[in-house]
């Protein structure tokens, strides 16, 4: 087994701003790509993590996007509007639109925001739990601009669609968020990265190989597979809602759309739906039967070994625990990020930030 | 096997009316309930069509809902508002719901309209076509005000959840309509009756008994088991999204929600989302883009006696074929029929209407 990095999230995090300054971030952009970063890390979700850095900086080579670009409203029609990122941080962009849908939701009670001409944008929980401590309900759809094509369709067996993610943030006065967060596909694509890394097989009813067969090893979809919508062999509903994403986030913003990919470059297109809560219930009121609904969910007798949880809640747990052992990371993500460091004349050693291993996890 | 009838849908139509006249609604009750019930036998959708008017008549005489009942606006704030249906059908309180929802975006982009205090609400796909028609994007999610518990939630093995359905419509100028109509269980209720009707057994990974055990049988569901969330033993995403629409339906409304039922009455407390097309794309390449997507989609390799559809492509396949072999009724929904129609005095006999039985069915 390869060796595993445990760094603490506030060490981790500087050394992410500092190689944004160094690439040319100014101070703000450079703050919240590591705070973004690293908070998917401590949620759990390691490949929207601080993995992405080395990537975003070789894109910035490769003239994918731009840093401290300023996004800009392109039509505004009040509680509608449709933004550009400028081909820049697709955190800068979505973060700007989820603020411009924040206002208008308090504006006219709801509000649909689009953006486009944007990057990676990373966890779209983070949006969502934006939205949520706006006191407003969060819902993020997000496309590629018709590339990233991993998903056969139901009944298919060739790549047609993307995994197509949603996510839906609820405000609440918890530590934690309520939220989720989705690929509209059975499972995302870095789930299998880290199968095929690791030499693990997949779970059945994930994944076909070129021919279209089942299968369950990572290589048959590295090697022109494909994977199955949600709800695998059986997921024409995961079908149906990845289909419902690419119209809100690809074709409604113009942002490109599955089979017609007009620009060359990743384009996280998104569409943002905010909902002032106050407009219907008493926030309090609305608080409060949520907390019972959870309560009543995770009163239900659990299957064994199992557990019924809430919206958000492993990731809640994962941050708790990784908050006191450190961020995990392979030798192989610290020995990318550390050449970027390098190359941006950072001088930070990550492998001397290491912390002590976790003598016994609770996961 | 039990007789079939096949009921031309122009008379199952009058017949629908006259009957909804008879018990208490006026004209334009009677006919819009008349043609969404046949529509939803037309698209193949039985369990949602006419076989629910002997139903709804039981529900008046328990008091359930009344006839002739007008919807109003509860409360109003331009692009979002509350609608009671003030315990009336349904199909009226949401069809009045979508106009103003429709009518609301066409105003400010995008509306959020609740509306709760009705009864069953029929097919959410009839008020996400009537969006589509107004060249608007419609997203209807629809819960049970807190009743209908059936599903369990992930990681559960008991009944906590409806089966919160969800429904999206998209403009086109095809005769037919783009329009998905799903349940975020795993099936929707109906189907299992219809197992169970026909001493089928259920395909696997649908359904828990009442130990929480996985089981095949429909009689095990019926005897308390549950159905599992849309993507089966492996659906947290179905569960997840199960949450999200009891959210926008049940406690956004005020409707009502699961643990908490303080009324007693079914309600299909219901939220809509409706977005103007023309406030980010222009119609018609939004509607020539959307014609190339779902070209590209079924362009895909096919599995082995499987085929790609879009989005509404077996119900328009279907009603093309039932305008031609009628409508197919068993003998027990027509002998629930007959008498509802024979105790409010509707000189029908729906047996003599019967066209032949089709020799051979594409299907």
New interface residues.
């Given amino acids: 087994m390869a060796q595993t990095f445990y760094i603490p999230p506030d060490r981790l995090r500087d050394a992410a701003r500092q190689l944004c300054l160094a690439s040319g971030s100014p101070e703000a952009e450079a703050g919240l790509l590591a705070e973004r970063l690293v908070k998917a890390n401590l949620a759990g979700h390691d490949s929207h993590g601080i993995i992405r850095l080395a990537m975003y900086m070789q894109w910035m080579r490769d003239g994918i996007f731009q840093p401290g670009q300023t996004p800009r409203i392109v039509?505004d029609?009040?509680?509608?509007c449709?933004i550009s990122g400028n081909r820049g941080y697709g955190q800068v962009a979505a973060e700007f639109a989820m603020g411009v849908a924040i206002d208008r939701a308090r504006q006219?009670?709801?509000?649909?925001v689009?953006v486009t001409d944007l990057s990676h944008i990373g966890r779209l929980a983070d949006y969502a739990i934006t939205a949520a401590r706006a006191s407003m309900?969060g819902m993020i759809f997000t496309a590629t601009g018709g590339k990233s094509v991993l998903v056969?369709?139901?009944?298919?067996?060739?790549r047609?669609?993307s995994t197509n993610p949603m996510a839906?943030g609820?405000p609440s006065d918890r530590d934690f968020p309520i939220v989720?967060d989705?690929a509209t596909s059975a499972y995302a694509e870095g789930k299998f990265r880290v199968m095929q890394d690791g030499g693990f097989s997949s779970?059945e009813?994930l994944l076909i190989d070129p021919q279209?067969k089942p299968t369950t090893d990572p290589e048959d979809f590295f090697n022109g597979g494909a994977i199955l919508p949600?709800?695998?062999r059986?997921g024409y509903?995961?079908y149906?809602?990845n289909?419902?994403v690419?119209?809100?986030a690809g074709?409604?913003?113009?942002g490109g759309?599955?089979?017609?990919v007009e620009d060359p470059l990743f384009n996280n297109c998104t569409m943002m739906?905010v909902?002032?809560?106050t407009?219907?219930?008493e926030l309090a009121v609305?608080k409060e039967?949520?907390e019972?609904?959870i309560?009543?969910?995770k009163d239900?007798?659990?299957?064994q070994g199992?557990?019924?949880?809430?919206?958000g809640e492993l990731e809640a747990r994962r941050e708790t625990e990784r908050l006191r052992t450190g961020i995990p990371l392979a030798g192989k993500t610290v020995e990318n990020l550390q050449a970027e460091l390098d190359r941006h004349g950072v001088g930070i050693q990550l492998a001397a930030l290491a912390q002590a291993a976790p003598a016994a996890t609770a996961s």
Avoid: C, W
């Fill in positions: 039509t029609n009040g509680a509608t449709l006219h009670g709801i509000a649909g689009g309900v056969a369709p139901a009944g298919g067996r060739t047609r669609m839906v609820l989720f989705m779970p009813g279209g949600a709800g695998g059986n509903k995961g149906l809602l289909f419902m690419e119209v809100l074709l409604l913003t113009g759309y599955l089979g017609k739906i909902i002032d809560v407009r219907f219930r609305f039967e949520l019972d609904l309560g009543y969910m239900s007798p659990a299957q199992d557990e019924v949880l809430y919206p």
